[in-house]
């Protein structure tokens, strides 16, 4: 597996970002609390709409319908324990970014909702990992003290051969649809773009606070489009 890049890369630090107070967002639940983000695309079309009844197949449906009902400051942890059925263990979820796996394993106590989870369509453009789509989100509430990505929900996803915990996986396209953490850059101060490798679907901006010393960081790796 490639080199794991800090969790701090993507985000220009240089950018001047304008510090918004999260305590903006309201008690409440995620729908309701917080923003729904608009959104373009570097080919094809994009859409972003609200979740309306039947618009997935009905467990997604439930299980998206419950993040949404989740309290707005609920953790991700917090949220899928509220939607799992019992016996079921909170999804294990990873990290990409353009160049592909990331991270495994994310913390889903870390992470915190930004936006509801709303459905993206991507449409005129079909995303691969060799040729992906770059989506921009427009979130007013991004702070320079946290790290954004997108929780995505990835159906058909094309996994290259790789090696977890000394066992090689072929190539091969995951049967069922994922739950996965997209790496965002910062593209302006209320900007946050990631790449999509498959279809759109259901997505979230959530966010990660950083630590001291990746706030202090720079960043000059410049990600290829
Ligand atoms: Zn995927």
Redesign the pocket.
Known sequence: MKKMRKAAAGIAAAAVVMSMSMNTLAAGSIVGSIDMTKVESDKGKVELKAIEPEMFEEELQEIIEGLNKAPAEATLKEAFELVLKEGEELPKIEL?SVEGLEKEDIDLDELKFLSPVMNLEITEAEPTEEDPVKVTFVANNVTDDIEVYVL?Y?I???FPEHIVDGKVYKEHI?EEG?W?LLETELESENEVSAYF??AGGPVALVYMEKTEEEEGETDTTEVAP
């Open positions: 990409f995505h990835c058909g996803h094309k995951a994922i996965e490798h498959s």
